[in-house]
């Protein structure tokens, strides 16, 4: 998949300002969060990951990159933060390897560790836009894991752990299926604690 055709307006969407704390859940080798950093160098960018070989390519590249960024060892269904800690989460095809439950887990958590008016903006695979989408998404859409991705129902899974609301702000045609772009609010007044409506914590 050619990742240089979304991240760059991924990026972009976030609007990160000088001082934001911004999360990326299941930073992999860090590609999108050097790319985050590079945008608004006075923000504080951390990469969680719950593969510790992956995590240690990340501080690698890191290094090699000459910018800072932390990293933490953790799963996005249960996040090793404390409420409202984050101006701005990014998950870049991450959701669709969670099972439907820790899906739900991972946006409750997201919005736990947000800030009131934080926002969470996605990357991943949704309901197709074409025919020749829809056909290529029949090889996935009985899945647990994408299954809420090809039938369009992520706004209101999202909407679901307490979010505000939600917008699909792009769409990419890939030979794996229909990438869409998500940004989704947390409201101002955003409680704390156990915020999202299905939480655990």
């Given at each position: 998949m050619r990742e240089d055709l979304f991240k760059?307006?991924?990026?972009?969407?976030?609007?990160?300002?000088?001082?934001?704390?911004?999360?990326?859940?299941?930073?992999?080798?860090?590609?999108?969060?050097?790319?985050?950093?590079?945008?608004?160098?006075?923000?504080?960018?951390?990469?969680?990951?719950?593969?510790?070989?992956?995590?240690?390519?990340?501080?690698?590249?890191?290094?090699?990159?000459?910018v800072d960024i932390s990293f933490d060892a953790g799963m996005a269904y249960r996040l090793p933060y404390p409420d409202r800690s984050f101006d701005r989460v990014v998950a870049s095809l991450l959701?669709?390897?969670?099972?439907?439950?820790n899906?739900?887990?991972?946006?409750?958590?997201?919005?736990?560790?947000?800030?009131p008016g934080g926002q969470l903006h996605i990357a991943d695979f949704g309901r197709p836009h074409t025919f020749l989408m829809a056909c290529v998404s029949l090889i996935v859409r009985w899945l647990e894991e994408t299954y809420e991705h090809v039938k369009g129902l992520m706004p209101g899974v999202i909407r679901d752990a307490g979010f505000t609301y939600t917008e699909e702000t792009g769409c990419y045609t890939t030979a794996f299926g229909t990438l869409v772009l998500i940004r989704a609010g947390k409201p101002e007044g955003g409680a704390g604690g156990s915020e999202g409506r299905n939480g655990t914590s």
């Amino acid at each position: 998949m050619r990742e240089d055709l979304f991240k760059p307006r991924l990026v972009k969407q976030v609007g990160m300002q000088p001082g934001h704390r911004v999360l990326d859940l299941g930073c992999g080798t860090s590609t999108l969060t050097i790319l985050l950093k590079r945008r608004q160098p006075q923000s504080m960018v951390v990469g969680l990951d719950g593969d510790a070989v992956v995590l240690a390519r990340a501080r690698e590249k890191v290094a090699e990159a000459g910018v800072d960024i932390s990293f933490d060892a953790g799963m996005a269904y249960r996040l090793p933060y404390p409420d409202r800690s984050f101006d701005r989460v990014v998950a870049s095809l991450l959701l669709h390897h969670l099972t439907s439950d820790n899906k739900r887990r991972a946006l409750c958590e997201t919005f736990r560790v947000l800030k009131p008016g934080g926002q969470l903006h996605i990357a991943d695979f949704g309901r197709p836009h074409t025919f020749l989408m829809a056909c290529v998404s029949l090889i996935v859409r009985w899945l647990e894991e994408t299954y809420e991705h090809v039938k369009g129902l992520m706004p209101g899974v999202i909407r679901d752990a307490g979010f505000t609301y939600t917008e699909e702000t792009g769409c990419y045609t890939t030979a794996f299926g229909t990438l869409v772009l998500i940004r989704a609010g947390k409201p101002e007044g955003g409680a704390g604690g156990s915020e999202g409506r299905n939480g655990t914590s």
